[in-house]
């Protein structure tokens, strides 16, 4: 099974910051790589598929980026409504696997 | 608008059975994998199951296979997880999830979930 890491496991930032999370995936992947946002008592949303594509209706300072086994969710600017957990999921073979997860809250 | 909703949870007692419901609406159901994905009261996502737009394959995680069965009838666009031999560690808010047209793909939509408490 492929392994995904996370870091940080959480984070405090302050509005308007820049924020950027990592995954790890524990082999390639290539760019099956998807980014989700899980607000508290709230079902996960899709914000990033393929590594890097946004998906619709996703505000445009969330980005994603890397391929292979390093990847990247950043916020460019973070607002009060990205308090949420963040998690990255592989998809590039069975079983899919999600990433521990990383808390982001204001500071 | 793609619309998921589950049904059928609520509290069992170990070695017991409970059946899931995933009612979907707003795209074309036939066409697309179904997954079911699950989240142990304060822990993080763990896939649970995947089944093919026609029903022919599936796949389970290994802390459920032998135990879980999934299924869909896509005359009655539902999806459903039966659930046996529950134990403790199954207690979890199960959620459905659209796939694509083919097994490896994205959750794109998620039901709101459904607890499912296993414990005597």
């Known amino acids: 099974d492929i392994q995904m890491t996370q870091s940080p496991s959480s984070l405090s930032a302050s509005i308007g910051d820049r924020v950027t999370i990592t995954c790890q995936a524990s082999q390639d992947i290539s760019k099956y790589l998807n980014w989700y946002q899980q607000k508290p008592g709230k079902a996960p949303k899709l914000l990033i598929y393929?590594?890097?594509n946004l998906e619709t209706g996703v505000p445009s300072r969330f980005s994603g980026g890397g391929s292979e086994t390093d990847f990247t969710l950043t916020i460019s600017s973070l607002q009060p409504e990205d308090i949420a957990t963040y998690y990255c999921q592989q998809y590039d073979s069975l079983p899919f696997t999600f990433g521990p997860g990383t808390k982001v809250d204001i500071k | 608008e793609v619309q998921l909703l589950e049904s059928g949870g609520g509290l069992v007692q170990p070695g017991g059975s409970l059946r899931l419901s995933c009612a979907a609406s707003?795209?074309?159901?036939?066409?697309?994998?179904m997954n079911w994905v699950r989240q142990a009261p304060g822990k993080g996502l763990e896939w649970v199951s995947t089944i093919t737009s026609s029903g022919g394959s599936t796949d389970f995680a290994d802390s459920v296979k032998g135990r879980f069965t999934v299924s869909r009838d896509n005359s009655k666009n539902t999806l459903y997880l039966q659930m046996n031999n529950l134990r403790a560690e199954d207690t979890a808010v199960y959620y459905c999830a659209k796939g694509g047209p083919t097994t490896l793909s994205s959750f794109d939509s998620w039901g709101q979930g459904t607890l499912v408490t296993v414990s005597s």
């Open positions: 707003g795209f074309r159901f036939s066409d697309y994998a």
């Open positions: 393929d590594a890097f």
